[in-house]
Structures are given as C-alpha cells and as structure tokens.
Nanobody, 115 residues
Framework: QVRLVESGGGKVQAGGSLRLSCAVS????????MGWYRQAPGKQREMVAR???????TYSDAAEGRFTISGNDARNTVDLQMNAQKPNDTALYYC?????????WGQGTQVTVST
C-alpha cells in the first residue's frame, strides 16, 4: 500500500522559513513525478512545485525564487524548502505522487504565516 506522510508544517512569521518533508512508503519515488500542492480556505488546490523522474523542477509563479523542491531517492522523501514566506502562503500543503495513471496524495500539513 502506497502511503505519503507530510511533516514540517507549523506557524512562522512573515519572512521566515519552513521545510516540509514527504515520506513515501510502499513504493519508490525514483521513477515518479512528485509534487507539493496547497489549498487555502475557500480556494482550489493549486500546484506549488513538482519534480519529475528526470529531476526537472517546475514552480508556480508564487513559489518561484522562494521555494525549492528536492527529492532524496535514498531516503525516499521529497522536501519543500520555503523561504521568505508571506501570509498568503498560509494553506494546507499536500504531497502528491504520480506514476503512469496512478496518483497518490498525503493527508497534508498545515502552514500558517503570520504578519
């Protein structure tokens, strides 16, 4: 059974940093496309950052230049380093795995950025 567990969320002041981690079990991230998504209250879930099996990264406009996604095949984890955070980064952050037609989501970790 594939399982994704996010950690690292919490409360931070504007301008601060957090590092989220997604631990994957039941399968290997190698060969998968992994991503971080977020959903703020009253808004649709949106892509924040993705990394393909070829290690090609993509960022949303909001994340570009501030966030960095990285995958560790040895640890089977995917991290999201978030710097220079803003109040509108406040959301529930989800990890996602894509492999051919299979899609798996984690339960999410809350990030709250205060002014």
């Amino acid at each position: 059974q594939v399982r994704l567990v996010e950690s690292g969320g919490g409360k931070v002041q504007a301008g601060g940093s957090l590092r989220l981690s997604c631990a994957v079990s039941g399968t290997l991230i190698k060969g998968s496309t992994m991503g971080w998504y977020r959903q703020a209250p009253g808004k649709q879930r949106e892509m924040v950052a993705r990394i393909t099996k070829e290690k090609i990264t993509t960022y949303s406009d909001a994340a570009e230049g501030r966030f960095t996604i990285s995958g560790n095949d040895a640890r089977n984890t995917v991290d999201l380093q978030m710097n220079a955070q803003k109040p509108n980064d406040t959301a529930l952050y989800y990890c996602k795995r894509e492999y051919t037609v299979a899609v798996h989501w984690g339960q999410g970790t809350q990030v709250t950025v205060s002014t």
